[in-house]
């Protein structure tokens, strides 16, 4: 393959993995997440190798880089929604908690002292 075909290739299978990490994020599939940004950091060596001795993009490449921008952008803003829902669970839940703790405070049995010996 040539330098271009290597590009256009590297760039389709990024746009893959980011179809794939939209996926997994809108159903908090956090391994497939992860798998899919691990894939994409080993594809950023390939295709660093593969623009170095390039000159100037050309449409195509353009274009699919534009639709990777995109891409990111919208799977870093859900993210970032995902996220605050999350904590926001979170909160509540440790709430919860603690309201459960307070409850079983009150509830809990006063233990009188008992005489263990007498004489």
């Known amino acids: 393959m040539n330098p ?3 590009l256009l290739l590297f760039l389709r299978e990024w746009r893959r993995r980011t ?3 939209t996926a997994g994020i809108r159903a908090q ?5 992860k798998e899919c940004q691990e894939a ?3 594809l950023q060596a390939l ?15 353009r274009e699919l880089v534009q639709e990777l921008i995109s891409m990111e952008s919208e799977n870093s803003r859900f993210l970032e ?11 509540e839940l440790e ?3 603690r309201t459960l703790k307070r409850v079983r405070g009150s509830y809990a049995r006063v233990q ?3 005489w263990q010996s007498y004489s």
């Open 95 to 97: 709430e919860s908690s």
């Open 47 to 61: 295709l660093d190798e593969a623009t170095e001795p390039r000159s100037q993009p050309d449409a195509l490449e």
């Open 112 to 114: 009188t002292g008992r």
């Open 4 to 6: 271009r075909e290597n």
């Open 19 to 21: 179809v794939a990490e």
């Open 29 to 33: 599939n956090w391994a497939v997440v």
């Open 40 to 42: 994409k950091r080993q």
């Open 81 to 91: 929604e995902q996220k605050q829902l999350l904590k926001a669970r979170q909160r």
